[in-house]
């Protein structure tokens, strides 16, 4: 798992992980993929596009960084309609597929690099 940092103008606003275990292929059959999760920015920041800034540019990250990995996965909860959207504009894609998470049901989105 690695632990990603958002920056703005050097300072800290916000997080992701990148977890390359096997809780991917709850998500995906593609052992090539990594789960992303828990995104997070700082709630006094939210709305001026950091997460989306962030989900656009990390997948340019990991293929400079993990030359094997082609796709990226994540869940987002249905209630949370604003990160779903911000995936959405971020080139997220999702296809139908759904499960139940720890919040409830979650979308199931991915993107091919």
């Known amino acids: 798992m690695m632990r990603i940092t958002i920056f703005e103008n050097d300072v800290p606003v916000g997080f992701f992980v990148l977890d390359f275990g096997k809780d991917k292929l709850d998500l995906t059959d593609n052992e090539n993929s990594v789960l992303l999760r828990s995104l997070s920015v700082n709630p006094q920041l939210q709305g001026k596009g950091i997460g989306k800034?962030?989900?656009?540019?990390?997948?340019?990250?990991?293929?400079?960084?993990f030359k094997t990995?082609?796709?990226?996965?994540?869940a987002v909860n249905q209630k949370n309609e604003s990160a779903y959207h911000i995936y959405l504009q971020a080139g997220y894609i999702y296809d139908g597929k759904t499960r139940i998470g720890r919040s409830g049901p979650q979308y199931l989105m991915y993107k091919k690099l």
């Open 53 to 65: 800034v962030a989900m656009q540019e990390v997948g340019t990250f990991v293929q400079n960084h």
């Open 69 to 74: 990995c082609d796709e990226i996965v994540l």
